[in-house]
Structure formats: C-alpha cells, structure tokens
C-alpha cells in the first residue's frame, strides 16, 4: 500500500520557505496581482542568484522562486524587501493570502488594502490557518468564478457579497465600506468553530460541511441572504494573446498581452524578458493571474501583438488553442520530495491527446502524488504517479478511486484514445442531406 502524501497545511513565503526536492521553495508575496517591471526583473535576477532559474505562476497568484539555497536564502530575502515583497514577519506573511481580479478597479484595490490592514492589526486572527485565504473579485471581464479561496468578496451591483467557500448560494451583503469587517466576522466565526478540531477542519469548505451555514453566520452575528453570482469565469480565449481588457482598470490600461507558461513553470530569462517586453512595448507593468498566466498592460491592440510575437518565440503560450493549456501538472520528482515519477516531460508528450479530450474545462491533471497539489477541480482524465506507474481516474480528482492502475506511458497513450473515440462516437451526427 502507498502511503499517504503528507500534508503541508501551509504555503511557502519568503520568511517561511519550504523544502522541497530541488532547495527551499519561496513566495515572492503580493496582495495585489500588479507588479512592476523592475520588480518582475529583479525577481527574475533573484531565482538566478539565489536559485536555480526557475519561477513557478501558481494557482494563487503567486511568483514561487524554485531551488533557492540555504546560503543565499538571506541575500534573496533582503533583496525581496528591497522591493517592497517581504512582509514584516512569518505569522504576517503567513495571513496575506489574496487572490484579486488583474485589472481589479480602485474600488476592488481599496478593499483589498483595508482587509490587509485589518488582517494584520487583528492578533487573534493570526490563529488561522496558513493556506486560508480570501479572493476580490471586481466584477469585470476577466472574472474568478471558477477560482476558490476561504471567503469570496464580489462586487454585487452597489453591494459586496461576502461569499463562504462551500456556500456560495448563499452571501452576507455589506457596503464598500464594511465589506471588510463582515469578511472578518466570517474568519472569526470559523476560528470558533473548528476550536478542538484544527487540523481536521483547515478550510473554510470544511467548517460549512461539518457545521452548516446557520451555524457560521450564528457564530459571526450575521445573517446571509440567498444568493446569485454575477461574476463569471474567464475563458482562455479572453486571456491569451492580444487583448481588449473590457472598461479598463483604474490607471485606465484598455489592452493586454496575455502570456502563458506550461503548467506555469518560467524560466528566469523568460520573466526577465517579459519585464523588459512590458518597459518596451506596455505600461512597465505585469499583472498576476491563477490562470498561470501574466497579463502585460498596453496602450493599444498593436503594441500588446508585439509582445504576443516576442513572447510566442520565446515558446510561451500565447494562443488559446495552444494543447499545452490542455494539462495540468504539478512539479513532480525529483522537485517535489512526496512525487513517485516526474510529470513535466509526460505533459509534453500527452498535451496533444489532451486537447482532443474535451472542447473545455480542465482535460488533463497529471499529479506526482495523490494530493493533487496543481489542481483541486476534477478533470476528465487524472493521472496519478504511484511507485508501480500512473493510476487513471475518470472525470475526477487526484484523490478519487482510479478506474485503471500502474499505467505506463504507452497503456496511458492507448486509454486517452480509446476516450476520445468513445467520445466522439457519442458525438449527434448530421443528418444527410
């Protein structure tokens, strides 16, 4: 039997690095998806020095520095201050997860730094777990839907829906102005709630599934209405390439260049050069996504094609078509010490099957391990690396029961065939004319 992948429970920082099986791995950290050039550059310089030239986009948003050593692990953390990326300490590092719409209005920004501040002014919430976090979505077109955090805010006409993971039918409304305070009435009310049970109950979905939501608003003091998402979720049509960004953020940016990386891994001169693609051609800005994509700011369609061209030569994703968006994979062995197999190269090999296995959605999951640490959505087709070969699971999770076990990458190749034929033969047929 294969033991079971420890579990973390918490997310790399720079104050807090993990150890993973290529170095320690640490967080460039943001509470905001803007970036500057120079920061992007700088980062970039970093992994460099101070790691092994590899940056990871990850689901959160986030810049993941890869390989970092022991040695130079002081000289990366200075240099992250010197950029304004260093929290003040671990425990307020450790608080400042935020997943927020890229071209999030001033509106969206403000809320954002009021619930930081609040966060980090409230020493009993400094008991939350380290992965809980809390998404900001503005409402525009590039919408979070599809993305998932602790305690969602949603721009809901004059209104802010505050959302609890694992009941988002139903939302506590507030003001801009207290939107914060009701999303941290929420955080207390699940500290409450799990007291006695804290590894068990880690996530706010998990609290709501053993208590109820009843219970979480009695805890908070309020009470939520039923509820209606306006907000959607982005489609890699809207994000790759050269884009209109919809009304424009609050610096007024109506353009992007959308730009991808496979299973989001970056190399350091990839960064570097997208920072100097974005002082050339953009608004000297990136801006971070959970899409493990960088959406690059311009004045206008011909300036956001120039860095499409560049990019796109560079082997970056740039096209919504492009099979590599078709699969998921996380690290893998040897850089992820829980993996059983690597999963890049595979990736590589079956992105091309992957783009045939479905018109949308998640297609393709390759885990290293049964957490499924790349993806918490189910896909049509997971694999998962086991010390005999690949479990195959069917329209499911990392962590769901295979349906064919111990595959090796030819039996893999033959059953993702055999879907797409079943597939399509379900396909309606034209009738004849």
Not at 173 to 186: F, G
Request: charged letters at 20%; a neutral charge; hydrophobic letters at 45%.
């Amino acid at each position: 039997m294969t033991a079971a992948p420890k579990i973390q429970g918490w997310c790399p920082g720079a104050l807090r690095p993990m150890q993973s099986g290529d170095g320690l791995l640490l967080r460039a950290k943001t509470t905001h998806p803007r970036l500057s050039a120079r920061q992007a550059r700088e980062i970039a310089s970093i992994a460099q020095d101070c790691g092994n030239g590899l940056v990871d986009l990850s689901q959160r948003a986030q810049l993941q520095l890869r390989g970092v050593s022991e040695a130079k692990l002081e000289q990366a953390q200075s240099r992250l201050a010197a950029l304004g990326l260093l929290a003040e300490d671990a425990a307020t590092e450790s608080l400042l997860n935020f997943l927020v719409s890229p071209f999030a209005d001033a509106q969206a920004s403000a809320l954002v730094a009021r619930l930081a501040q609040s966060l980090v002014d409230d020493a009993p919430l400094r008991a939350l777990p380290g992965k809980f976090g809390f998404l900001v979505d503005d409402g525009g077109a590039l919408g979070l839907s599809a993305s998932t955090m602790d305690i969602r805010l949603e721009t809901h006409g004059e209104n802010i829906a505050v959302i609890a993971d694992g009941a988002r039918e139903h939302a506590f409304l507030a003001t801009p102005e207290t939107a914060s305070d009701m999303a941290l009435a929420l955080a207390r009310a699940f500290l409450v709630l799990r007291k006695g049970r804290e590894f068990e109950l880690r996530r706010m979905r998990n609290v709501v599934a053993a208590f109820g939501l009843s219970a979480l608003a009695e805890a908070a003091a309020h009470t939520p209405t039923p509820y209606a998402s306006r907000c959607r979720a982005a489609s890699a049509i809207e994000i790759f390439g050269a884009r209109l960004s919809g009304d424009g953020d609050e610096n007024g940016a109506r353009f992007f260049a959308g730009v991808g990386a496979p299973s989001g891994r970056l190399r350091a001169d990839d960064l570097h050069a997208l920072a100097a693609l974005a002082e050339a051609h953009g608004l000297n800005e990136l801006r971070l996504t959970p899409w493990r994509a960088l959406l690059l700011p311009c004045a206008g369609l011909d300036a956001a094609q120039k860095i499409v061209e560049d990019a796109g030569g560079r082997g970056l994703v740039v096209a919504a078509d492009d099979p590599r968006l078709s699969v998921i994979a996380c690290p893998g062995a040897p850089e992820c010490p829980q993996a059983h197999a690597p999963t890049r190269d595979l990736a590589e090999i079956l992105a091309p099957l992957a783009a045939r296995l479905a018109s949308e959605g998640a297609r393709l999951h390759i885990s290293g391990c049964a957490k499924g640490c790349a993806s918490p959505a189910a896909a049509k087709v997971a694999l998962v690396a086991t010390p005999r070969g690949f479990d195959l699971i069917d329209n499911g999770r990392a962590s769901d029961a295979p349906t064919l076990r111990d595959l090796g990458v030819n039996e893999i190749e033959d059953a993702m065939r055999a879907r797409i034929a079943l597939a399509k033969s379900k396909e309606p047929q034209c009738p004849a004319h």
